[in-house]
Protein backbone atom coordinates (compact mmCIF):
# COMPACT_ATOMS: atom_id res chain seq x y z
CA UNK A 1 0.00 0.00 0.00
CA UNK A 2 0.93 3.35 -0.60
CA UNK A 3 1.52 5.41 2.58
CA UNK A 4 4.29 8.06 3.89
CA UNK A 5 7.11 5.23 3.51
CA UNK A 6 6.53 3.51 0.65
CA UNK A 7 5.16 6.01 -2.16
CA UNK A 8 3.41 8.69 -3.26
CA UNK A 9 -0.04 8.44 -5.11
CA UNK A 10 -0.86 11.11 -7.88
CA UNK A 11 -4.11 11.55 -6.49
CA UNK A 12 -6.42 10.86 -3.49
CA UNK A 13 -9.75 11.52 -3.44
CA UNK A 14 -12.11 11.88 -0.78
CA UNK A 15 -15.70 10.24 -1.01
CA UNK A 16 -16.93 7.48 -2.54
CA UNK A 17 -20.20 9.18 -3.63
CA UNK A 18 -20.95 9.66 -7.46
CA UNK A 19 -18.37 12.78 -7.56
CA UNK A 20 -15.31 10.68 -6.25
CA UNK A 21 -16.33 7.32 -8.04
CA UNK A 22 -16.21 8.77 -10.95
CA UNK A 23 -12.88 10.75 -10.40
CA UNK A 24 -11.14 7.42 -9.20
CA UNK A 25 -12.55 5.32 -12.56
CA UNK A 26 -11.69 7.99 -15.11
CA UNK A 27 -8.07 8.87 -13.30
CA UNK A 28 -7.42 5.56 -13.38
CA UNK A 29 -8.14 5.20 -17.12
CA UNK A 30 -5.85 7.94 -17.67
CA UNK A 31 -2.82 6.40 -15.76
CA UNK A 32 -2.64 8.20 -12.39
CA UNK A 33 -2.05 6.54 -9.25
CA UNK A 34 -5.52 7.03 -7.28
CA UNK A 35 -6.86 6.03 -4.33
CA UNK A 36 -10.23 6.78 -2.42
CA UNK A 37 -10.32 7.46 1.30
CA UNK A 38 -14.78 7.11 2.76
CA UNK A 39 -15.52 7.11 6.02
CA UNK A 40 -18.43 4.82 5.73
CA UNK A 41 -18.24 0.71 5.52
CA UNK A 42 -19.70 0.80 2.24
CA UNK A 43 -20.38 3.16 -1.09
CA UNK A 44 -23.79 4.70 -1.52
CA UNK A 45 -22.08 8.40 -0.55
CA UNK A 46 -25.14 10.66 0.89
CA UNK A 47 -27.09 7.36 0.71
CA UNK A 48 -24.82 5.54 3.05
CA UNK A 49 -25.56 7.95 5.47
CA UNK A 50 -29.40 8.48 4.83
CA UNK A 51 -30.78 5.58 4.97
CA UNK A 52 -34.01 6.94 7.15
CA UNK A 53 -36.85 5.42 6.38
CA UNK A 54 -38.34 6.62 3.25
CA UNK A 55 -34.99 8.24 1.87
CA UNK A 56 -35.41 8.53 -1.52
CA UNK A 57 -33.91 10.79 -4.48
CA UNK A 58 -35.76 13.82 -5.72
CA UNK A 59 -34.46 12.95 -9.43
CA UNK A 60 -35.99 10.25 -11.44
CA UNK A 61 -33.55 7.12 -12.10
CA UNK A 62 -33.22 7.25 -15.23
CA UNK A 63 -31.18 10.32 -14.77
CA UNK A 64 -30.21 9.53 -11.25
CA UNK A 65 -26.95 7.26 -12.47
CA UNK A 66 -23.65 8.14 -14.87
CA UNK A 67 -24.72 8.54 -18.38
CA UNK A 68 -21.85 6.02 -19.93
CA UNK A 69 -23.63 3.25 -22.06
CA UNK A 70 -22.06 0.37 -20.88
CA UNK A 71 -23.73 1.38 -17.26
CA UNK A 72 -27.07 2.36 -18.13
CA UNK A 73 -27.39 -0.44 -20.49
CA UNK A 74 -27.95 -3.41 -18.40
CA UNK A 75 -29.00 -1.02 -14.83
CA UNK A 76 -32.43 0.01 -14.29
CA UNK A 77 -33.94 0.72 -10.59
CA UNK A 78 -37.22 -0.87 -9.47
CA UNK A 79 -39.38 2.97 -8.84
CA UNK A 80 -39.06 5.77 -10.81
CA UNK A 81 -37.91 7.48 -7.65
CA UNK A 82 -35.42 5.21 -6.14
CA UNK A 83 -35.19 4.86 -2.05
CA UNK A 84 -31.34 4.98 -0.76
CA UNK A 85 -31.53 1.20 -0.87
CA UNK A 86 -32.45 0.99 -4.67
CA UNK A 87 -29.25 3.44 -5.02
CA UNK A 88 -27.04 1.36 -2.73
CA UNK A 89 -27.38 -1.33 -5.46
CA UNK A 90 -26.71 0.87 -8.05
CA UNK A 91 -23.82 1.76 -6.41
CA UNK A 92 -22.51 -1.99 -6.00
CA UNK A 93 -23.26 -2.91 -9.69
CA UNK A 94 -20.99 -0.05 -10.16
CA UNK A 95 -18.67 -1.08 -8.25
CA UNK A 96 -18.99 -5.05 -9.83
CA UNK A 97 -18.46 -3.36 -13.39
CA UNK A 98 -15.58 -0.88 -13.24
CA UNK A 99 -14.03 -2.88 -10.57
CA UNK A 100 -13.28 0.48 -7.93
CA UNK A 101 -13.53 -1.21 -4.08
CA UNK A 102 -9.90 -2.51 -4.41
CA UNK A 103 -8.69 1.25 -4.61
CA UNK A 104 -11.17 2.96 -1.60
CA UNK A 105 -9.78 2.67 1.49
CA UNK A 106 -13.32 2.28 3.73
CA UNK A 107 -14.28 3.19 7.09
CA UNK A 108 -11.57 5.46 7.62
CA UNK A 109 -12.54 9.37 7.78
CA UNK A 110 -9.77 11.80 6.52
CA UNK A 111 -8.85 14.50 9.52
CA UNK A 112 -6.22 16.73 8.11
CA UNK A 113 -4.31 17.36 4.79
CA UNK A 114 -1.22 19.90 5.04
CA UNK A 115 0.44 21.25 1.75
CA UNK A 116 4.11 20.60 1.28
CA UNK A 117 5.69 23.28 -0.53
CA UNK A 118 8.47 21.82 -0.81
CA UNK A 119 7.92 18.73 -2.59
CA UNK A 120 4.64 19.97 -3.78
CA UNK A 121 2.43 17.27 -2.36
CA UNK A 122 0.21 16.37 0.17
CA UNK A 123 0.14 14.84 3.53
CA UNK A 124 -3.61 13.13 4.34
CA UNK A 125 -4.02 11.46 7.79
CA UNK A 126 -7.06 9.98 8.84
CA UNK A 127 -8.99 8.84 11.82
CA UNK A 128 -7.34 5.11 11.68
CA UNK A 129 -4.03 6.51 11.82
CA UNK A 130 -2.52 6.06 8.55
CA UNK A 131 -0.81 8.99 6.51
CA UNK A 132 -0.88 8.99 2.79
CA UNK A 133 0.53 10.85 0.42
CA UNK A 134 -0.60 12.58 -2.62
CA UNK A 135 0.84 14.81 -5.56
CA UNK A 136 -2.88 16.53 -5.70
CA UNK A 137 -6.12 15.89 -3.51
CA UNK A 138 -9.98 16.10 -5.10
CA UNK A 139 -12.29 16.47 -2.38
CA UNK A 140 -15.71 14.91 -2.84
CA UNK A 141 -17.36 14.99 -0.11
CA UNK A 142 -20.69 16.13 -1.01
CA UNK A 143 -23.36 19.48 -0.17
CA UNK A 144 -24.37 17.11 2.93
CA UNK A 145 -21.15 16.11 4.86
CA UNK A 146 -21.76 17.72 8.06
CA UNK A 147 -25.07 16.59 9.76
CA UNK A 148 -26.63 19.92 11.86
CA UNK A 149 -28.80 19.97 14.84
CA UNK A 150 -30.05 22.88 16.75
CA UNK A 151 -28.42 23.90 19.97
CA UNK A 152 -31.57 23.26 21.65
CA UNK A 153 -31.94 23.42 25.67
CA UNK A 154 -31.36 20.16 27.20
CA UNK A 155 -30.32 18.09 23.91
CA UNK A 156 -28.65 15.81 24.86
CA UNK A 157 -30.91 14.50 28.07
CA UNK A 158 -33.18 12.83 25.86
CA UNK A 159 -33.41 8.91 27.44
CA UNK A 160 -34.97 6.86 24.50
CA UNK A 161 -33.78 6.93 20.97
CA UNK A 162 -32.77 9.90 19.45
CA UNK A 163 -30.87 10.72 15.60
CA UNK A 164 -30.24 13.28 13.21
CA UNK A 165 -31.30 11.58 9.91
CA UNK A 166 -28.31 12.06 8.02
CA UNK A 167 -26.76 9.94 10.75
CA UNK A 168 -29.62 7.19 11.05
CA UNK A 169 -28.98 3.23 12.55
CA UNK A 170 -27.74 1.24 9.37
CA UNK A 171 -29.28 -1.70 11.01
CA UNK A 172 -32.76 0.40 11.14
CA UNK A 173 -35.32 1.68 13.61
CA UNK A 174 -38.86 -0.15 13.50
CA UNK A 175 -40.93 3.05 14.53
CA UNK A 176 -44.28 0.77 14.30
CA UNK A 177 -46.22 1.69 17.18
CA UNK A 178 -43.95 4.03 18.78
CA UNK A 179 -44.61 7.90 19.41
CA UNK A 180 -42.53 9.54 17.36
CA UNK A 181 -41.14 13.44 17.11
CA UNK A 182 -39.99 14.55 13.82
CA UNK A 183 -38.43 18.03 13.95
CA UNK A 184 -37.98 19.47 10.21
CA UNK A 185 -40.12 19.71 7.46
CA UNK A 186 -37.51 19.63 4.82
CA UNK A 187 -36.90 16.98 2.11
CA UNK A 188 -36.05 14.33 5.17
CA UNK A 189 -38.50 15.90 7.43
CA UNK A 190 -41.47 14.81 4.69
CA UNK A 191 -39.95 11.76 4.00
CA UNK A 192 -39.75 10.80 7.26
CA UNK A 193 -43.39 11.91 8.55
CA UNK A 194 -44.66 9.87 5.28
CA UNK A 195 -43.18 6.35 6.34
CA UNK A 196 -43.79 6.83 10.04
CA UNK A 197 -47.55 7.55 9.51
CA UNK A 198 -48.13 3.99 8.34
CA UNK A 199 -47.83 1.97 11.95
CA UNK A 200 -46.24 4.91 13.91
CA UNK A 201 -48.93 5.49 17.39
CA UNK A 202 -48.59 9.37 17.10
CA UNK A 203 -46.75 11.29 15.39
CA UNK A 204 -45.68 15.11 16.42
CA UNK A 205 -44.09 17.74 13.72
CA UNK A 206 -42.22 20.57 14.47
CA UNK A 207 -42.55 23.17 11.56
CA UNK A 208 -40.40 26.22 11.34
CA UNK A 209 -41.22 26.46 7.99
CA UNK A 210 -43.79 25.27 5.44
CA UNK A 211 -42.02 22.83 2.74
CA UNK A 212 -43.58 23.55 -0.61
CA UNK A 213 -43.74 20.71 -1.77
CA UNK A 214 -44.58 19.03 -5.20
CA UNK A 215 -46.23 15.33 -6.07
CA UNK A 216 -43.72 12.93 -6.83
CA UNK A 217 -45.92 10.57 -8.56
CA UNK A 218 -44.16 7.57 -8.11
CA UNK A 219 -44.00 4.39 -10.01
CA UNK A 220 -43.37 0.83 -9.31
CA UNK A 221 -40.93 0.07 -12.46
CA UNK A 222 -41.98 -3.75 -14.30
CA UNK A 223 -39.61 -5.22 -16.72
CA UNK A 224 -41.38 -3.59 -19.88
CA UNK A 225 -41.39 -0.54 -18.75
CA UNK A 226 -37.70 -0.62 -17.36
CA UNK A 227 -36.81 -0.81 -21.02
CA UNK A 228 -39.31 1.33 -22.34
CA UNK A 229 -37.56 4.21 -20.17
CA UNK A 230 -34.27 3.47 -21.82
CA UNK A 231 -35.33 4.56 -24.96
CA UNK A 232 -34.58 7.41 -24.91
CA UNK A 233 -32.03 7.85 -22.50
CA UNK A 234 -28.65 9.42 -24.61
CA UNK A 235 -30.91 12.25 -25.99
CA UNK A 236 -32.05 12.58 -21.73
CA UNK A 237 -28.18 12.52 -20.71
CA UNK A 238 -27.40 14.83 -23.37
CA UNK A 239 -30.30 17.06 -22.41
CA UNK A 240 -29.24 17.21 -18.37
CA UNK A 241 -25.83 18.40 -19.12
CA UNK A 242 -27.64 21.35 -21.26
CA UNK A 243 -30.19 21.82 -18.58
CA UNK A 244 -30.23 25.15 -15.60
CA UNK A 245 -30.32 22.16 -13.02
CA UNK A 246 -28.99 18.93 -14.11
CA UNK A 247 -32.30 17.64 -15.33
CA UNK A 248 -33.46 16.73 -17.87
CA UNK A 249 -35.98 19.40 -18.43
CA UNK A 250 -36.06 22.91 -18.16
CA UNK A 251 -37.32 26.49 -18.45
CA UNK A 252 -40.59 27.45 -20.57
CA UNK A 253 -38.56 30.48 -22.50
CA UNK A 254 -41.38 32.74 -21.91
CA UNK A 255 -42.90 34.52 -18.93
CA UNK A 256 -46.03 34.10 -16.64
CA UNK A 257 -47.56 37.18 -17.79
CA UNK A 258 -46.79 35.90 -21.61
CA UNK A 259 -49.63 34.10 -22.17
CA UNK A 260 -53.36 34.39 -20.88
CA UNK A 261 -54.54 32.96 -17.34
CA UNK A 262 -56.24 29.77 -18.50
CA UNK A 263 -52.92 28.57 -20.77
CA UNK A 264 -51.22 29.18 -17.16
CA UNK A 265 -53.84 27.30 -15.67
CA UNK A 266 -53.58 24.88 -18.16
CA UNK A 267 -49.79 23.97 -18.15
CA UNK A 268 -49.75 24.00 -14.17
CA UNK A 269 -52.30 21.40 -14.30
CA UNK A 270 -50.35 19.74 -16.79
CA UNK A 271 -46.92 20.02 -14.59
CA UNK A 272 -48.66 18.72 -11.75
CA UNK A 273 -50.20 16.19 -12.86
CA UNK A 274 -46.73 14.87 -14.66
CA UNK A 275 -45.37 15.43 -10.83
CA UNK A 276 -41.18 15.96 -10.11
CA UNK A 277 -39.60 19.23 -10.71
CA UNK A 278 -41.37 20.33 -13.47
CA UNK A 279 -43.18 23.13 -11.34
CA UNK A 280 -39.69 24.08 -10.33
CA UNK A 281 -37.30 23.36 -12.72
CA UNK A 282 -39.65 23.46 -16.34
CA UNK A 283 -41.97 26.52 -15.28
CA UNK A 284 -42.05 30.00 -16.48
CA UNK A 285 -38.40 31.23 -16.83
CA UNK A 286 -39.39 33.89 -14.65
CA UNK A 287 -40.55 32.14 -11.68
CA UNK A 288 -37.87 32.81 -9.70
CA UNK A 289 -36.66 35.77 -11.03
CA UNK A 290 -39.93 37.59 -10.22
CA UNK A 291 -42.01 38.03 -7.22
CA UNK A 292 -45.82 38.68 -9.00
CA UNK A 293 -44.88 35.97 -11.69
CA UNK A 294 -44.03 33.47 -8.57
CA UNK A 295 -47.63 34.24 -6.59
CA UNK A 296 -49.32 32.87 -9.19
CA UNK A 297 -47.55 29.60 -9.03
CA UNK A 298 -47.45 29.65 -4.91
CA UNK A 299 -51.37 30.16 -5.22
CA UNK A 300 -51.95 27.40 -7.38
CA UNK A 301 -49.72 25.20 -5.10
CA UNK A 302 -51.56 26.49 -2.49
CA UNK A 303 -54.99 25.58 -3.37
CA UNK A 304 -53.94 22.02 -4.50
CA UNK A 305 -52.74 21.29 -1.06
CA UNK A 306 -55.82 22.93 0.54
CA UNK A 307 -58.02 20.76 -1.60
CA UNK A 308 -56.33 17.67 -0.21
CA UNK A 309 -55.64 18.77 3.35
CA UNK A 310 -58.91 18.42 4.97
CA UNK A 311 -58.77 20.01 8.39
CA UNK A 312 -58.28 23.80 7.70
CA UNK A 313 -56.08 24.69 10.77
CA UNK A 314 -53.29 22.47 9.40
CA UNK A 315 -54.30 22.88 5.53
CA UNK A 316 -53.24 26.62 7.05
CA UNK A 317 -50.06 26.06 9.08
CA UNK A 318 -48.84 23.77 5.93
CA UNK A 319 -50.06 26.25 3.09
CA UNK A 320 -50.58 29.73 4.37
CA UNK A 321 -52.17 32.62 2.78
CA UNK A 322 -49.07 34.37 2.68
CA UNK A 323 -45.80 32.47 1.18
CA UNK A 324 -43.51 31.78 3.82
CA UNK A 325 -41.10 32.78 1.11
CA UNK A 326 -41.22 32.83 -2.57
CA UNK A 327 -42.06 29.39 -4.32
CA UNK A 328 -39.35 27.47 -5.30
CA UNK A 329 -36.69 29.64 -3.25
CA UNK A 330 -35.95 26.90 -0.68
CA UNK A 331 -35.71 23.52 -2.43
CA UNK A 332 -39.13 22.01 -2.48
CA UNK A 333 -39.40 18.17 -1.97
CA UNK A 334 -41.12 15.72 -3.89
CA UNK A 335 -43.93 14.39 -2.01
CA UNK A 336 -46.06 10.70 -2.26
CA UNK A 337 -48.88 11.02 0.61
CA UNK A 338 -47.26 14.01 2.67
CA UNK A 339 -50.73 16.01 2.45
CA UNK A 340 -52.88 12.97 2.82
CA UNK A 341 -50.91 11.52 6.07
CA UNK A 342 -51.37 14.87 7.79
CA UNK A 343 -55.00 14.49 7.70
CA UNK A 344 -54.73 11.12 10.17
CA UNK A 345 -55.77 12.37 13.90
CA UNK A 346 -52.68 10.65 15.48
CA UNK A 347 -50.13 13.29 13.76
CA UNK A 348 -49.73 16.46 14.93
CA UNK A 349 -48.20 19.81 13.41
CA UNK A 350 -46.77 21.96 15.81
CA UNK A 351 -45.77 25.47 14.74
CA UNK A 352 -42.55 26.13 16.34
CA UNK A 353 -43.12 30.09 15.52
CA UNK A 354 -46.25 30.15 17.39
CA UNK A 355 -45.22 27.26 19.98
CA UNK A 356 -41.96 27.32 20.24
CA UNK A 357 -38.99 24.95 21.49
CA UNK A 358 -38.12 25.52 25.46
CA UNK A 359 -36.03 22.37 25.71
CA UNK A 360 -35.60 18.77 24.99
CA UNK A 361 -36.37 16.42 28.33
CA UNK A 362 -35.46 13.19 29.61
CA UNK A 363 -39.09 12.10 27.91
CA UNK A 364 -39.45 14.63 25.14
CA UNK A 365 -40.13 17.99 23.82
CA UNK A 366 -41.48 21.12 26.08
CA UNK A 367 -42.63 23.69 23.89
CA UNK A 368 -44.28 27.13 25.25
CA UNK A 369 -47.71 25.01 25.82
CA UNK A 370 -46.33 21.75 27.43
CA UNK A 371 -44.25 18.37 27.17
CA UNK A 372 -44.78 15.77 24.67
CA UNK A 373 -43.49 12.81 25.23
CA UNK A 374 -41.79 10.43 22.47
CA UNK A 375 -40.52 7.28 21.89
CA UNK A 376 -38.33 8.31 18.84
CA UNK A 377 -36.89 11.88 18.23
CA UNK A 378 -36.00 12.51 15.04
CA UNK A 379 -33.74 15.36 13.88
CA UNK A 380 -34.19 15.81 10.22
CA UNK A 381 -32.75 19.71 10.73
CA UNK A 382 -30.46 19.41 7.45
CA UNK A 383 -27.05 20.59 7.25
CA UNK A 384 -23.82 22.79 7.36
CA UNK A 385 -24.17 22.32 4.06
CA UNK A 386 -21.77 22.79 1.18
CA UNK A 387 -18.66 23.75 3.52
CA UNK A 388 -18.96 21.50 6.19
CA UNK A 389 -17.69 18.64 4.70
CA UNK A 390 -14.83 20.21 3.52
CA UNK A 391 -14.07 22.77 6.80
CA UNK A 392 -14.57 20.03 9.49
CA UNK A 393 -11.39 18.64 7.56
CA UNK A 394 -7.56 20.22 8.95
CA UNK A 395 -6.99 21.55 5.97
CA UNK A 396 -3.77 23.39 5.77
CA UNK A 397 -1.99 25.19 2.72
CA UNK A 398 0.77 27.42 2.49
CA UNK A 399 2.29 29.60 4.94
CA UNK A 400 0.15 27.09 7.30
CA UNK A 401 -2.88 29.02 6.52
CA UNK A 402 -5.93 26.41 7.16
CA UNK A 403 -9.10 26.47 5.03
CA UNK A 404 -11.51 26.74 7.76
CA UNK A 405 -9.92 29.91 9.05
CA UNK A 406 -9.52 31.18 5.74
CA UNK A 407 -13.72 30.95 4.93
CA UNK A 408 -14.52 31.42 8.37
CA UNK A 409 -15.51 35.22 7.15
CA UNK A 410 -16.45 34.78 3.59
CA UNK A 411 -15.86 31.90 1.46
CA UNK A 412 -13.78 32.33 -2.15
CA UNK A 413 -13.50 29.92 -4.82
CA UNK A 414 -12.80 29.79 -8.49
CA UNK A 415 -15.73 28.07 -9.79
CA UNK A 416 -16.41 26.29 -6.57
CA UNK A 417 -13.33 24.18 -7.68
CA UNK A 418 -10.27 25.28 -6.40
CA UNK A 419 -9.04 28.20 -3.70
CA UNK A 420 -6.12 30.55 -3.71
CA UNK A 421 -3.23 29.75 -0.84
CA UNK A 422 -4.10 25.71 -1.60
CA UNK A 423 -2.41 24.06 -4.01
CA UNK A 424 -3.32 21.05 -5.91
CA UNK A 425 -6.32 20.81 -4.27
CA UNK A 426 -9.83 21.13 -5.83
CA UNK A 427 -13.24 20.11 -5.04
CA UNK A 428 -15.86 18.67 -7.25
CA UNK A 429 -19.63 19.81 -5.98
CA UNK A 430 -18.13 21.99 -4.05
CA UNK A 431 -19.24 25.54 -2.44
CA UNK A 432 -19.76 28.02 -5.21
CA UNK A 433 -20.41 25.20 -8.18
CA UNK A 434 -24.09 24.48 -9.01
CA UNK A 435 -23.76 21.78 -6.47
CA UNK A 436 -27.13 22.43 -4.57
CA UNK A 437 -29.09 22.97 -7.91
CA UNK A 438 -27.88 20.32 -9.07
CA UNK A 439 -29.13 16.39 -9.92
CA UNK A 440 -26.14 14.81 -8.38
CA UNK A 441 -24.77 12.86 -11.09
CA UNK A 442 -24.59 15.22 -13.53
CA UNK A 443 -22.55 17.31 -11.90
CA UNK A 444 -20.44 14.31 -10.61
CA UNK A 445 -19.79 14.16 -14.53
CA UNK A 446 -19.95 17.70 -15.69
CA UNK A 447 -17.69 19.21 -12.97
CA UNK A 448 -15.65 15.67 -12.45
CA UNK A 449 -14.61 15.90 -16.70
CA UNK A 450 -13.57 19.66 -15.63
CA UNK A 451 -11.51 17.86 -12.77
CA UNK A 452 -9.56 15.07 -14.73
CA UNK A 453 -9.06 16.74 -18.07
CA UNK A 454 -7.53 19.63 -15.56
CA UNK A 455 -5.50 17.20 -13.91
CA UNK A 456 -4.73 15.87 -16.59
CA UNK A 457 -3.10 19.19 -18.25
CA UNK A 458 -0.92 19.80 -15.58
CA UNK A 459 0.52 16.42 -15.56
CA UNK A 460 1.17 16.24 -19.58
CA UNK A 461 2.35 19.76 -19.35
CA UNK A 462 4.84 18.46 -16.83
CA UNK A 463 3.85 20.90 -14.03
CA UNK A 464 4.11 19.98 -10.43
CA UNK A 465 1.89 22.43 -8.96
CA UNK A 466 -1.15 24.59 -9.73
CA UNK A 467 -2.74 27.26 -7.99
CA UNK A 468 -6.20 29.38 -8.20
CA UNK A 469 -5.68 33.16 -7.66
CA UNK A 470 -7.09 36.25 -5.39
CA UNK A 471 -8.12 37.58 -8.56
CA UNK A 472 -9.99 34.81 -10.19
CA UNK A 473 -11.64 33.79 -7.07
CA UNK A 474 -12.90 37.41 -6.21
CA UNK A 475 -14.33 37.18 -9.58
CA UNK A 476 -16.01 34.36 -8.94
CA UNK A 477 -17.26 35.19 -5.90
CA UNK A 478 -18.79 38.40 -7.44
CA UNK A 479 -20.61 36.91 -10.09
CA UNK A 480 -22.05 34.20 -7.90
CA UNK A 481 -23.76 36.98 -5.26
CA UNK A 482 -24.65 39.20 -8.34
CA UNK A 483 -26.51 36.11 -10.00
CA UNK A 484 -27.82 35.22 -6.65
CA UNK A 485 -28.94 38.97 -6.11
CA UNK A 486 -30.67 39.19 -9.64
CA UNK A 487 -32.96 36.43 -8.36
CA UNK A 488 -35.63 36.06 -5.51
CA UNK A 489 -33.39 33.24 -3.58
CA UNK A 490 -32.39 35.74 -1.05
CA UNK A 491 -36.13 35.87 -0.07
CA UNK A 492 -35.48 32.55 2.18
CA UNK A 493 -33.54 31.71 4.87
CA UNK A 494 -31.88 28.83 3.14
CA UNK A 495 -28.78 26.55 3.39
CA UNK A 496 -28.29 27.88 -0.35
CA UNK A 497 -26.99 30.52 1.31
CA UNK A 498 -25.31 29.11 4.34
CA UNK A 499 -28.82 31.27 6.04
CA UNK A 500 -29.91 28.04 7.83
CA UNK A 501 -26.68 27.83 10.78
CA UNK A 502 -27.56 30.44 13.58
CA UNK A 503 -24.48 32.40 13.18
CA UNK A 504 -22.83 31.56 10.02
CA UNK A 505 -22.32 34.21 7.56
CA UNK A 506 -24.71 34.45 4.95
CA UNK A 507 -23.15 34.42 1.62
CA UNK A 508 -23.87 32.38 -1.60
CA UNK A 509 -23.02 28.63 -1.92
CA UNK A 510 -24.41 27.58 -4.64
CA UNK A 511 -23.85 28.39 -7.88
CA UNK A 512 -27.39 29.89 -8.99
CA UNK A 513 -26.74 30.70 -13.13
CA UNK A 514 -27.29 27.08 -14.32
CA UNK A 515 -25.05 24.49 -15.86
CA UNK A 516 -24.42 25.74 -19.27
CA UNK A 517 -23.43 29.39 -18.13
CA UNK A 518 -21.14 27.64 -15.62
CA UNK A 519 -19.85 25.63 -18.65
CA UNK A 520 -19.09 28.79 -20.61
CA UNK A 521 -16.82 29.85 -17.80
CA UNK A 522 -14.85 26.98 -17.73
CA UNK A 523 -14.41 27.20 -21.26
CA UNK A 524 -13.39 31.11 -21.19
CA UNK A 525 -10.72 30.04 -18.90
CA UNK A 526 -9.41 27.08 -20.78
CA UNK A 527 -9.22 29.17 -24.02
CA UNK A 528 -7.20 31.77 -22.36
CA UNK A 529 -4.44 29.19 -21.24
CA UNK A 530 -6.24 27.98 -17.78
CA UNK A 531 -5.88 31.80 -16.95
CA UNK A 532 -7.13 31.43 -13.42
CA UNK A 533 -4.26 29.56 -12.37
CA UNK A 534 -0.65 29.59 -12.06
CA UNK A 535 0.89 26.53 -12.91
CA UNK A 536 4.35 25.92 -12.31
P1 LIG B 1 -33.23 20.94 5.17
O1 LIG B 1 -33.89 21.07 3.88
O2 LIG B 1 -32.12 21.88 5.50
O3 LIG B 1 -34.35 21.01 6.28
C1 LIG B 1 -34.06 21.21 7.63
C2 LIG B 1 -35.34 21.43 8.38
O4 LIG B 1 -35.06 21.57 9.77
C3 LIG B 1 -36.05 22.72 7.95
O5 LIG B 1 -37.43 22.47 7.93
C4 LIG B 1 -35.66 23.68 9.07
O6 LIG B 1 -36.56 24.74 9.24
C5 LIG B 1 -35.69 22.75 10.24
N1 LIG B 1 -34.98 23.29 11.40
C6 LIG B 1 -33.66 23.59 11.50
N2 LIG B 1 -33.38 24.09 12.71
C7 LIG B 1 -34.56 24.09 13.38
C8 LIG B 1 -34.92 24.51 14.68
N3 LIG B 1 -34.00 25.02 15.52
N4 LIG B 1 -36.21 24.38 15.06
C9 LIG B 1 -37.12 23.88 14.19
N5 LIG B 1 -36.84 23.48 12.95
C10 LIG B 1 -35.57 23.59 12.55
O7 LIG B 1 -32.62 19.48 5.37
P2 LIG B 1 -33.12 18.09 4.76
O8 LIG B 1 -32.27 17.03 5.34
O9 LIG B 1 -34.57 17.93 4.87
O10 LIG B 1 -32.82 18.22 3.24
C11 LIG B 1 -31.55 18.65 2.81
C12 LIG B 1 -31.42 18.50 1.35
O11 LIG B 1 -31.28 17.11 1.05
C13 LIG B 1 -32.56 18.88 0.51
O12 LIG B 1 -32.69 20.23 0.25
C14 LIG B 1 -32.29 18.10 -0.75
O13 LIG B 1 -31.29 18.73 -1.53
C15 LIG B 1 -31.80 16.83 -0.23
P3 LIG B 1 -36.36 26.12 8.40
O14 LIG B 1 -36.79 25.80 7.00
O15 LIG B 1 -34.89 26.47 8.47
O16 LIG B 1 -37.21 27.10 9.07
Given at each position: ELDETNGVLDVLVVGGGFAGLYQLDQLRSRGFSVKVVEAGDSLGGIWYWNCYPGARTDSTGQIYQYSREDLWKEWSYDELYPSWSGVRDYFAYVDGKLDLSRDIIFSTRVTSADFDGER??????????????????????????????????????????????????????????????????GSSGVQVTQEAAADAEQITIFQRTPNLALPMRQQQLTGQLKEKLKEHLPERFAQRRRSFAGFDMDFIQKSVFEVSDEERADTYEQMWATGGFELWLANYQDILLDEHANRTMYDFWRNKVHQRVTDPVKAEKLAPKDPPHPF???????????????????????????????????????????????????????????????????????????????????????????????????????????????????????????????????????????????????????????????????????WYHGANIPGKPSQMLNYSGGLPSYFDHWEENVAAGYKAFTLS
Open positions: NQWTVRTDTGRTLRARSVVICTGFGAKPYIPNIKGLNSFAAESHHTALWPQEGLDMAGKRVGIIGTGTKRPSLEQNFYDVVNQENVDIVDVNEDPIERISPTGVQTRSGLREFDILVFATGFDANRGGITSIDIRGTNDQLLSHKWSERLDTFMGLATAGFPNLMFVYGPQSPAGFCNGPTCAEVQGEIVVDFLTHVRDGGYQRFETSEDAEQSWTAHVEEVFHMSLFPRAKS
